[in-house]
């Protein structure tokens, strides 16, 4: 029987670079980073801006598809928690919100940031 006095080096294999998808853009969520709530839903928002996070549009996605990564907002935890998962408000409704925070985002991450996408 064959035997192995020293064990086989792991930095001896080569790590596949993980492969770029067309929907993601690593910039566009690195500009939602240390930014205020801009999704701020009307008697949820608790203003905390250090739990920001970006919230990626809920519509255009399902299975093997994701939304890309320019269509994202910056929203706090319950702002975003509301907007995925809450029940106070119907779709269509959330949709406008959301839609309304996109387009005061997007302006201002275009003049702020130069990184106009979509």
């Known amino acids: 029987m064959l035997s192995r006095k020293t064990p086989i080096k792991r930095s001896a ?3 596949k670079a993980r492969k770029k998808r067309a ?5 566009m969520l690195e500009a939602c980073r240390g930014q205020a ?7 949820v928002c608790c203003g905390d801006w250090t739990t ?3 919230a990626h549009r809920n519509e255009g996605k399902g299975l093997g598809m994701k939304t890309p990564d320019a269509l994202t907002v910056p929203a ?8 995925d998962q809450g029940k106070r408000f119907t779709r269509d409704e959330k949709r406008a919100m959301w839609d309304a925070a996109y387009e005061s985002w997007s302006a201002y991450r275009d003049s702020a940031c130069g990184t106009a996408r979509i």
């Open 23 to 27: 929907w993601q853009d690593k910039s």
């Open 13 to 15: 294999f080569k790590k």
């Open 76 to 83: 706090c935890f319950t702002c975003h928690t509301e907007y």
């Open 52 to 54: 920001c996070v970006p």
């Open 37 to 43: 709530c801009f999704l701020a839903i009307p008697g």
